[in-house]
């Protein structure tokens, strides 16, 4: 059985402890490891939306964040638990919180080892491997990328954690840090998990989706360094394409935009009664695909901006100082031009106006959709959605907008194309290429990287009638 990693604490050396200490029973330094691991796991989602960090790092808090963990899963673990537990709590590694008739005990790491960097250690011994492969069930399968997550994808754990390490800010990103730190342990442990939400964006969600771009490069793939081809401006691309469908059908394969909408689509009938509401100009679409297909979709806005708005948006967009350059303004549009037609109308009234400028009845057919009603289908949406519905009050049924079917009709369209049409015709013609979906994007290995960019031009032109322009990037 291969040996797995798990995290601890950077600043816990527990074998010194044990030297210092001895316990007076056999002690498995890896069963401890695991424990400590569990708990930090499970802290993390408690810790999703803090904001005060200060207030986090304080000592009260490791109370706030105790982890309950039930004695009769303990004891299935490992019978001798309570041992463990006593001594890491004697020697304050961890606090113990007392149960009650209702609430089992709960624990958390002592103060000095709480919010702390990590490092990584290794799980040798079969039971304790075993009790790992218990924690870690694989919740859903995709079926034709099955076969290549498997244990020939690896990652350099050591210097992807000294990157991550020394690019992220962790006392004010600790949740990220720690959920980019257990997206390694999976891919070293081949641990992998997908989620694919219809009613949503639709798309596949995986080890590689949750990976950051920066660390791509310690990735490699039977020992071979990894590269994608991604769909340049994916949601324009998909914008023009419903777009074209309107104005022009014979400019696209009816057969499989038809297929698309036999599947139900929750805000179908908002978008049919849309398209009776407003009149797309042919000209002005044909206008609008062409800088898309041509790469200038974004650099056609820029004239419209002055370094002003360009050096207030840097520090919010990109994190730093605006450079000056067309890269980053480029960068700032690209996430503003996108957000526009995504928010509530009440938001990027600048952006909205340049967009209305250049593509009046586009942004008049956008504006009309997102104004439409609809039900989701399923999820949270559709409980909020039922609950403002119920209310008479019809300040209250404003209250719920309907600005998320733009995102879920471009998206979606964007994930049937990819994972329906594209990764299955992939996994029949080249059946021997190993490939990964990173939403608009497929990554493969370095020397097959050309074959899949002239693949998916190929079939992009054979499925929708045209092809976007594609990007090609190698991880190294």
């Known amino acids: 059985m291969k040996n797995k990693i798990i995290f601890i604490p950077e600043n816990l050396d527990l074998e010194q402890l044990l030297k210092d200490n001895p316990p007076n029973f056999e002690f498995d330094r890896e069963y401890a490891y695991i424990f400590l691991y569990d708990i930090i796991k499970d802290t993390n989602p408690l810790i999703h939306k803090i904001k005060d960090w200060y207030n986090f790092y304080r000592y009260p808090n490791v109370k706030k964040y105790a982890i309950r963990r039930n004695s009769e899963v303990l004891q299935k673990s490992r019978p001798e638990y309570a041992r463990y537990l006593e001594y890491l709590v004697k020697n304050k590694i961890v606090w113990r919180f007392p149960y009650s008739d209702k609430v089992s005990r709960s624990f958390q790491l002592d103060p000095k080892y709480f919010g702390k960097p990590l490092k990584f250690v290794k799980i040798i011994k079969r039971k304790n491997l075993n009790l790992l492969n218990r924690m870690n069930q694989k919740k859903e399968d995709f079926k034709p990328l099955d076969k290549w997550f498997n244990t020939n994808l690896e990652i350099d754990e050591v210097s992807a954690l000294k990157d991550l390490n020394s690019s992220l800010n962790i006392k004010s990103n600790y949740y990220d840090y720690v959920k980019t730190c257990k997206t390694i ?40 360094v990894l590269g994608e081809v991604d769909i340049s401006s994916s949601v324009p691309f998909f914008m023009y394409y419903h777009f074209l469908a309107i104005v022009d059908n014979s400019k696209i394969n009816l057969k499989y935009y038809q297929s698309f909408f036999e599947k139900p689509r929750f805000y179908q009938s908002a978008f049919d ?81 340049v967009f209305m400028q250049l593509y ?29 519905m119920s209310n008479d009050k019809s300040e209250v049924k404003k209250v719920f907008q309907q600005h ?3 995102s879920h009709l471009f998206l979606q369209s ?63």
């Open 273 to 353: 009664k849309t398209k009776s509401m407003v009149k797309l100009d042919p000209l002005e679409v044909e206008k609008f695909g062409k800088t898309i297909l041509n790469g200038t979709y974004y650099k056609q806005f820029i004239p419209f901006f002055d370094d002003d708005y360009f050096v207030g948006s840097a520090k919010h967009d990109l994190k730093r100082n605006y450079d000056f350059s067309e890269q980053d303004k480029i960068a700032i549009l690209k996430k503003r031009m996108l957000s526009w037609a995504n928010a509530r109308n009440k938001h990027f009234l600048k952006e909205q106006a």
């Open 414 to 476: 964007e994930s049937f194309l990819m994972l329906d049409v594209v990764v299955r015709k992939l996994n029949k013609s080249k059946s021997k290429i190993p490939f990964f979906t990173l939403h608009d994007c497929i990554v493969t290995t370095k020397k097959n990287v050309e074959e899949l960019n002239q693949f998916m031009k190929d079939t992009f032109t054979s499925v929708i009638g045209f092809s976007p322009e594609f990007k090609t990037k190698i991880f190294e």
């Open 360 to 388: 009046p009845t586009i942004y008049q057919f956008i504006k009309v959709f997102k104004g439409r009603r609809y039900l989701p289908i399923e999820g949270t949406l559709r409980k909020k959605a039922e609950k403002l």
């Open 185 to 224: 342990v999976n891919i070293s442990n081949g641990h992998f998990n997908f989620s694919r939400k219809g009613y949503s964006d639709d798309r596949l969600h995986s080890e590689f989706t949750r990976f950051p771009k920066r660390l791509r490069k310690f990735l490699r793939y039977d020992n071979q």
């Open 404 to 406: 998320k079917k733009i």
